[in-house]
């Protein structure tokens, strides 16, 4: 089928898109700059040339016209930051994300398929595992919480004869320069990083690879207002994932310090009021979303996915470390 994309250029754009073309689809990728329109073209996509703010204005802009000929979109576009205020991630992130609906609707695309973050459900709901019939609580950052609300506007559109598919992956994860390890190194190298109470809480992370088989699988299964965490089904502690994915970029943190949840979490929440005190536009070196993301066991159970969209991981935990892997070999 031919399908629209966005975030074509972005940490998973290419790998996104290989997946699509290997699987028999027709990508057209949305570039908003010459660069960003040679790293679809180089990934396989035909480049569409504009910008998704441009859909929020008084008038459609001229490349919304290629809506009439897809049959799906994928939008894994988005503005990612672990800090700011929600409406920079309302004006940055839901409001295209609304325009560009509600305009593949009534285009009359057949399937929208949205890449929202399981950490919508990271925050005030502090369960070890949850599913998709798990209530949610309140987000502890903008990013999700916008991400959240996106959803349940989204839900509550008219949809016409598009099918919506909305998918939750949570750290993403599968390149040595891209997805959300950059952070952890930048800490590493900063002398910043820490375990929290040894780094023994499990957490679930998504590899490129099984994300966009999983997009793949979505433009053609799953009814209208699914939602599905994906994840690589196999959680660890942080202490047991980190450690090896650091080494892949030539850092060892199997001795670093640690610190108990209840410092760590107070440490948290002393330093981002500071920050928003002083209107800092960077997070403080620990945040609330750290502690929550390390400090407590959180997996996400993908029986959803597995069953509606016959979803599998495709690409193992170590099969990952090894491709990131300067020598080649898994560190694990």
Known sequence: ?????????????????????????????LARSALAAQKVTAAGATPVRGDLA?????????????LDKMEAVVHAAAYMEFWGPDDLFVQRNLLPTLALYQAAVTAGVRRFVLL??????????HAATVDETTETGRPNIAYSRVKLRTEQELLALPHGDTTLVILRPPFLWGKR????????VEAVEAGRFSWIDGGRHLIDFCHFDNLAHAISLATTRGEHGLTCYITDGDPLPARDFFTPLLATRGLDVSKAASVPRPIASTLATLMETAAKAWRSTTPP???????AFMGRDRTYDITRARTRLGYSPVTTVDDGLRQMSPSGKTHR
Request: negative net charge.
């Open 116 to 125: 929202s973050a399981a950490s919508v459900s990271t925050g005030a709901n």
């Open 1 to 29: 089928m031919d399908i629209l994309l966005t975030g074509g250029s972005g940490s998973a754009g290419d790998v996104i898109i290989r997946r699509l073309v290997a699987d028999g689809h027709t990508v057209h990728a």
């Open 54 to 66: 441009e859909l929020t204005g008084p008038t459609p802009p001229a490349w919304s016209d290629v």
């Open 285 to 291: 070196p620990l945040t609330k979303w750290i502690v």
């Open 177 to 184: 320069e891209a997805g959300n390890l950059q952070g952890f």
